[in-house]
């Protein structure tokens, strides 16, 4: 698929929907722009609520290569952008020092050339690829420091990388970029404002029954309801990392697995490590705190 077979909005939902990502209209429009305009999509929300898998579905959707640059504190280019191969560069060395002064000579032209570069992701982005400019995932931006975050301004802006023994490498056609950000620090304005924004929230009843019948269509309907009210009551609670989507879906499976038909206050008290990540959390929902967020959950499903 091209991205012009993505022609309007309900094309763009459609496309993600078949890859079994649902998304509300402005999801669906931010991301519609990003493929028209030709901008860089920036994405933050809280994790687990799914900006890494729009990334995913889209490259599915489209047919193309998804490169994904993860951060993390101390990235620097030569993680992200390009290295030189050292240890082949040393042996390449060792054999032209053993085969005389002719090998030597040829071989410093040769030392800094393609055969010696170790591509990273945002080099590899800006290469022709076969089926189209790929989607470059930036992930979890915040996670990295000013400096990095300054060089990458200027590479999405010109879409393009200096490489100083081989020169400037420009991109035939700019990737499709995907940054996202769980907002553990702000990103500077200068990088937003080149992208087009969304905050990707958690889904409301409806449509997280819908995620969850998309990634799981094998959990009953019962169990299926009973799961997204008991997760969405559980997000109102004062907890320190609040379940999301993803934790949603893998606790649907690990209840499929035991098994389970319907919730119980025991089920939920020796399942609850799919859902949350902290002791602390856990310790909280112990005993009577877990059936009262049942009952609560189970009343919310009743008819008004």
């Known amino acids: 698929m091209t991205t012009t077979a993505m022609h309007d909005i309900d094309a763009v939902q459609a496309a993600l929907a078949a890859q079994g990502y649902v998304c509300g209209r402005a999801l669906g429009t931010v991301a519609f722009l990003a493929l028209r305009l030709g901008r860089p999509l920036f994405l933050e929300g809280e994790a687990g609520t799914g900006k890494t898998e729009i990334a995913k579905a889209l490259a599915t959707a489209l047919g193309r290569r998804l490169i994904r640059l993860q951060c993390y504190e101390g990235l620097d280019t030569a993680s992200a952008v390009y290295e030189w191969n050292f240890a082949a560069q040393m042996i390449a060395i060792r054999a032209a020092e053993a085969s005389g002064g002719a090998a030597r000579a040829h071989l410093t032209s040769e030392l800094f050339s393609q055969d010696f570069l170790i591509e990273r992701p945002l080099l590899q982005a800006m290469r022709p690829q076969s089926g189209g400019a790929p989607v470059?995932?930036?992930?979890?931006i915040d996670r990295t420091d000013e400096p990095f975050e300054a060089f990458l301004l200027e590479a999405l802006s010109d879409f393009q990388v200096?490489?100083?023994?081989?020169?400037?490498v420009r991109a035939p056609e700019p990737p499709i970029v995907i940054l996202t950000s769980n907002r553990t620090r702000e990103v500077h304005d200068a990088l937003k404002r080149r992208c087009l924004y969304h905050w990707v929230d958690y889904p409301d009843f409806g449509r997280e029954m819908q995620i969850l019948h998309s990634r799981v269509p094998e959990a009953a309907e019962t169990l299926s309801r009973e799961i997204v009210a008991f997760?969405?009551?559980?997000?109102?609670?004062?907890?320190?990392?609040?379940p999301g989507v993803a934790e949603t879906i893998d606790w649907a499976k690990c209840l499929l697995a035991l098994d389970v038909l319907t919730l119980s206050p025991e089920v939920i008290a020796d399942t609850l490590g799919a859902?949350?990540?902290?002791q602390d959390d856990i310790a909280r929902l112990q005993g009577m705190e877990a059936r009262r967020l049942l009952d609560e959950a189970r009343q919310s499903l009743e008819p008004a």
């Open 136 to 140: 470059l995932l930036i992930d979890e």
């Open 162 to 168: 200096t490489i100083p023994e081989l020169g400037t």
């Open 275 to 278: 859902i949350l990540k902290y």
């Open 231 to 242: 997760v969405q009551r559980l997000r109102t609670e004062d907890l320190f990392k609040k």
